[in-house]
Structures are given as C-alpha cells and as structure tokens.
C-alpha cells in the first residue's frame, strides 16, 4: 500500500504551484495537494492566519482519513505543517520536509518584506509578478497581498514557531534549501534545526527559493530515498 504524501504550497500560492513534484512522486506515493483558503479559487475564511491553514490541514487529513501522512511544505507551507505538528496534540504527521521556509521572522526582516507586499508598489514595479497574481487569484490578488502583510506582522503575537515549539515536534525534520536562495538564510535553517530534536538539512543545488527555479528532481529523490516506496 501506497504511503500518504501531502504537498503545501507557500505563501501566495496555489496547489497547481505543486503539480510538476507531484507528477516525479505519484508513481510511488498516494500524493496530496489542496489550496488554503484565501488563495486561488478558493474563498477566504473568517481569519487569514498559520493557525487558520493548519486547521485546513487537519480537515484535509480527516476528509480524506489519511494515517500517518509525511508533509512536504514550500515556504509558509513548511511553516504550516510545523506549526501544526508543534500545536495540536492529534498531529498524525509522521515526517515533515520544509523547502526554503523562514524562520527570522524579526521586526527588521518583516519591515523589509511588507513593500513587496503592497499591492500599489508590485503593481507599478513588478508587472510580470502583478500578472501572476492576477492569473493565479483573480480580482482578490490585492486583497490577498494585504492579508498576507497583516499576518506577518501580527506573526509575534498569534502564530509564530518559537524554539519551544519546534523542540516539542518528536518527528524527523528536513529542512531543504535551495543553493542560490535569497529568501531564506543558511543561518535560520541551522537555528531551527539545532531547536528540533530529529532533522537534517539538505542543500538543494541550483535552486531559487521559487518552486518553479527549484530542483525538483533532486527534491523528489530526497523525499523517495528518505520514505520509500
């Protein structure tokens, strides 16, 4: 019998972002995706925040009663299924592989990030990337990038992984970083890894933290050599 794999997509992102890996992993996985909500097609709820997309998460993994699934997250995807491991006591997450998700997530690196995330500056700056927003989450793009800035900067506050948090997760850890990744450092991956009791890192050679600049190849025999068939 096949294993469960779920795949998460990063912030701003959609499922069909995922499909290229999950084509490399379906021969030997019973393989997973769905969008949180907010983003796509898919209607926003009540509040757009870690907390939020993790509870997906569990209703994916009930709808569905998949046991003991291994998760795959891109950036907040990552995030996602940490914070859920971390903060619910029924996670059955059996393993979880991170590709280019950060964890310095301090006041001075979330300054830097919330202009990349105002609507007015990426549209006059950024055509191309204003073009696949629009492609990807239609008429609500904008009010996505701004629910986004609202969750970092509320990140301290409501949903942020802290050291604590990632030393109660009891599962093996692999955090995945991309070679020429300019998201996230070398440094954050090494803190976190040092917090969690069970994982490694793997560096991803001639890869962006884009999934779509990524070496999926590479990404997809880590996860095939580390869980089998």
Same mark, same amino acid.
């Given at each position: 019998?096949?294993?469960?794999?779920?795949?998460?997509?990063?912030?701003?992102?959609?499922?069909?972002?995922?499909?290229? #890996?999950?084509?490399? =992993?379906?021969?030997?996985? +019973?393989? $997973?995706?769905?969008?949180?909500? *907010?983003? *796509?097609?898919?209607?926003?709820?009540?509040?757009?925040?870690?907390?939020?997309?993790? +509870?997906? #998460?569990?209703?994916?993994?009930?709808?569905?009663?998949?046991?003991?699934?291994?998760?795959?997250?891109?950036? !907040?995807? *990552?995030?996602?299924?940490?914070?859920?491991? &971390?903060?619910?006591?029924?996670?059955?997450?059996?393993?979880?592989?991170?590709?280019?998700?950060?964890?310095?997530?301090?006041?001075?690196?979330?300054?830097?990030?919330?202009?990349?995330?105002?609507?007015?500056?990426?549209?006059?700056?950024?055509?191309?990337?204003? &073009?696949?927003?629009?492609?990807?989450?239609?008429?609500?793009?904008?009010? #996505?990038?701004?629910?986004?800035? $609202?969750? !970092?900067?509320?990140? $301290?506050? #409501?949903?942020?992984?802290?050291?604590?948090? =990632?030393?109660?997760?009891?599962?093996?850890?692999?955090?995945? !970083? *991309?070679?020429?990744?300019?998201?996230?450092?070398?440094?954050?991956?090494?803190? &976190?890894?040092? +917090? !969690?009791? =069970?994982?490694?890192?793997?560096?991803? &050679? $001639?890869?962006?933290?884009?999934?779509?600049?990524? +070496?999926?190849?590479?990404?997809?025999?880590?996860?095939?050599?580390?869980?089998?068939?």
């Amino acid at each position: 019998m096949k294993k469960n794999l779920i795949l998460l997509h990063a912030e701003l992102g959609i499922k069909e972002d995922l499909q290229p #890996l999950k084509e490399l =992993l379906d021969e030997h996985f +019973n393989v $997973h995706t769905f969008t949180f909500s *907010g983003h *796509g097609n898919v209607a926003a709820q009540d509040e757009f925040r870690v907390e939020q997309f993790a +509870n997906e #998460l569990s209703e994916y993994i009930a709808k569905h009663n998949l046991n003991s699934p291994y998760v795959f997250g891109h950036g !907040l995807g *990552g995030y996602v299924a940490l914070f859920h491991k &971390a903060n619910f006591e029924d996670s059955p997450i059996k393993k979880i592989f991170t590709y280019g998700t950060k964890f310095n997530w301090s006041p001075g690196v979330i300054a830097k990030e919330l202009p990349l995330l105002d609507p007015q500056v990426v549209q006059e700056k950024f055509p191309q990337l204003t &073009a696949l927003f629009k492609k990807k989450h239609g008429d609500k793009w904008r009010w #996505l990038l701004q629910s986004m800035a $609202h969750l !970092l900067q509320n990140l $301290h506050k #409501l949903d942020e992984i802290t050291a604590d948090d =990632l030393s109660e997760i009891n599962v093996p850890v692999t955090l995945m !970083l *991309g070679d020429q990744d300019r998201v996230v450092s070398s440094e954050e991956t090494q803190m &976190a890894k040092k +917090n !969690l009791k =069970l994982a490694d890192i793997q560096i991803i &050679a $001639h890869s962006k933290h884009e999934m779509e600049r990524a +070496n999926l190849k590479e990404i997809s025999r880590i996860i095939l050599n580390d869980i089998g068939d």
